[in-house]
């Protein structure tokens, strides 16, 4: 799950960077058209969770963020197959709660700034993006397993590249195959 933290900590940054510019350059004038009549920025304090719920208990939500994250952590892990996947969606996941969540902390809100105009919806940060892709993907994930055939064809590209082995029939770059002859042989320069 290591090798998968870039993933994380990218999100998280990006994040936290578009928020800092959202409070810098476009709080002070409200609203932006990014692309008139389909993106649209807005600076808005959501003082509740998802549509505005619970804004008057701030206490509840870092408390109910903080359970939910692990809560929600824990049961991927174990419900789910150890595949890159939903290891990178397991730090979207994280990345995104805890974008909003030291928002509240720091702020007592969270910044929200994109709206989409031709549908009329919530105004969401890039943390809510991470947190709905990686849900989507998790959700997709259980109701359309891999196969088995594909599963073991991860497990075995996996497994090779933390041992460092490879198949019969590969061999490193650069060096010739003799199951292959039909192939051409490289240039050496």
């Keep these: 799950?290591?090798?998968?933290?870039?993933?994380?900590?990218?999100?998280?940054?990006?994040?936290?960077?578009?928020?800092?510019l959202a409070i810098h350059f476009l709080a002070p004038s409200g609203q932006y058209d990014l692309l008139p009549g389909v993106l649209h920025l807005r600076y808005t304090e959501n003082k509740g969770m998802a549509f505005s719920l619970l804004a008057a208990t701030p206490?509840?939500?870092?408390?109910?963020?903080?359970?939910?994250?692990?809560?929600?952590?824990?049961a991927l892990r174990t419900a789910l197959k150890h595949g890159r996947l939903e290891n990178i969606m397991?730090?979207?996941l994280l990345a995104g709660g805890t974008g909003n969540l030291v928002d509240r902390l720091f702020y007592g809100h969270v910044v929200d700034f994109f709206e989409i105009r031709p549908i009329p919806f919530a105004i969401f940060n890039l943390a809510d993006v991470f947190l709905s892709v990686a849900v989507a993907v998790f959700i997709i994930r259980l109701l359309c397993p891999p196969t088995r055939e594909q599963r073991s064809g991860t497990d075995e590209a996996e497994k090779s590249t933390k041992t460092g082995k490879r198949d019969e029939g590969q061999t490193p770059a650069g060096q010739e195959s003799a199951e292959a002859p039909d192939q051409p042989p490289h240039a050496t320069a």
């Design 1 to 20: 799950m290591l090798r998968t933290l870039w993933a994380g900590i990218l999100a998280f940054m990006l994040d936290r960077v578009s928020k800092v």
């Design 59 to 74: 206490w509840v939500l870092v408390l109910l963020s903080l359970a939910a994250m692990l809560l929600v952590c824990f």
């Design 90 to 92: 397991t730090w979207l």
